[in-house]
C-alpha cells in the first residue's frame, strides 16, 4: 500500500512524499492547486475548475486527493465526493449534502453564499475563510473592487507598504492560531475617535473589521489585540448578544491575542461569543 507524506506550513499543503516521489502544490489565490512540480520545478500535473470545483482540465497522472481548494483541505475520494471536515461538498450541485451545523444561523446547504470564486469554507460550518486577491494593486480580503471605489469615495485610501505589512502581521498570527474568520476591510478610513471598527459582512462574509490611520501608531502589542476586539464584539452581535459585556470582550481579546502570540490554537469566535453569553471568563 503506497504511503504519502505531507508537508503543511500554516495550515495549507505545500508538497507531499508519495513513495519518494516529491510534488510541490502550486495553488491558486482561492487555494486550488493548479500544478505539481517535481524537485527540478519541472510541472508534472496541471488543473484548472468550474467556479463550483468541477474539474475543467486535467493533465497528469499523480493520484493527489487534494485538488479544488485542496490545498486548505479539501479531500476528493475516488469516487469525486469532497470532505471538507465538517460536511461533504459535491460539486455537481455547487451545494453541502448535509445541513450546515450552525443552521439556522447559516443557511442550511448554501457554499460561501454563492461566492465561489473569492471565499472557501474550510471548516465546513459556514465560516468561509477569508481569502486575499489582489485587484487593480489593492489587496482585498473577502471585498469587491467595486467595494474599495465605494470607501475611497468616502475618505478612504489604500494602506500604504508599512502599513500593509503591519495588517499583514496580524492576519499571519490570525490564521496560525485559528482566527481566520476575521477580515479587514481593504482600505484605511477615517472612524473620528476610533483606531478600529466592524460592521457585519454581506451575507456569509460574517464581520469586517476596518482600521482608522490612528491604528497604526498603537503600540505593537496592541494592535492585534484591537481588532480581535472589534471582530469579537461584531460578531458576538451577529450571535443575538445584543449588547456583550466590554469587560469580558476585553479579558477575552487580551486571552485570544495572548495565545495568538504564543502560537497556541484558540476557540472559535462563535465559540467565545457563547462562552461570552453564559458569562464565562478566559
Known amino acids: ?157 489604500a494602506p500604504t507598504e508599512s502599513e500593509r505589512k503591519m495588517l499583514a502581521d496580524c492576519w499571519t498570527k490570525f490564521k496560525k492560531c485559528g482566527l481566520g474568520e476575521l477580515r479587514f476591510d481593504p482600505d484605511v478610513c477615517p472612524l473620528g475617535e476610533a483606531n478600529a471598527e466592524s460592521q457585519p459582512g454581506i451575507g456569509s462574509l460574517g464581520c469586517i473589521v476596518r482600521v482608522d490611520p490612528k491604528w497604526f501608531k498603537l503600540r505593537a502589542e496592541d494592535r492585534c489585540r484591537t481588532l480581535i476586539h472589534e471582530g469579537l464584539h461584531c460578531f458576538c452581535r451577529l450571535w443575538g448578544e445584543e449588547n456583550p459585556r466590554h469587560g469580558h470582550l476585553y479579558n477575552w481579546a487580551d486571552e485570544l491575542n495572548r495565545r495568538c502570540v504564543a502560537g497556541k490554537r484558540v476557540p472559535s469566535l462563535a465559540e467565545v461569543c457563547r462562552r461570552i453569553r453564559s458569562g464565562v471568563d478566559p
Open 1 to 157: 500500500m503506497p504511503t504519502v507524506r505531507y508537508t503543511v506550513m500554516d495550515g495549507e499543503i505545500v508538497s507531499e512524499n508519495r513513495n519518494g516521489t516529491v510534488r510541490d502544490y502550486v495553488p491558486d489565490p482561492l487555494g486550488s492547486t493548479v500544478a505539481l512540480l517535481d524537485e527540478n520545478q519541472n510541472i508534472t500535473d496541471t488543473f484548472s475548475y468550474w467556479p463550483y470545483g468541477e474539474e475543467r482540465t486535467r493533465t497528469g497522472t499523480t493520484p493527489t486527493p487534494f485538488r479544488f481548494v485542496g490545498t486548505l483541505g479539501y479531500y476528493r475520494d475516488s469516487s469525486g465526493r469532497t470532505y471538507v471536515r465538517a460536511r461533504e461538498y459535491q460539486q455537481t450541485y455547487g451545494r453541502w449534502m448535509t445541513v450546515d451545523p450552525l443552521w439556522p444561523e447559516e443557511p442550511e446547504y448554501a457554499y460561501t453564499g454563492g461566492q465561489v470564486t473569492s471565499l472557501a469554507d474550510r471548516s465546513g460550518a459556514g465560516l468561509p475563510l477569508l481569502v486575499w486577491l489582489l485587484v487593480g494593486g489593492a489587496i482585498l480580503i473577502g471585498g469587491t473592487a467595486a467595494g474599495v471605489k465605494c470607501a475611497r469615495d468616502r475618505g478612504c485610501r
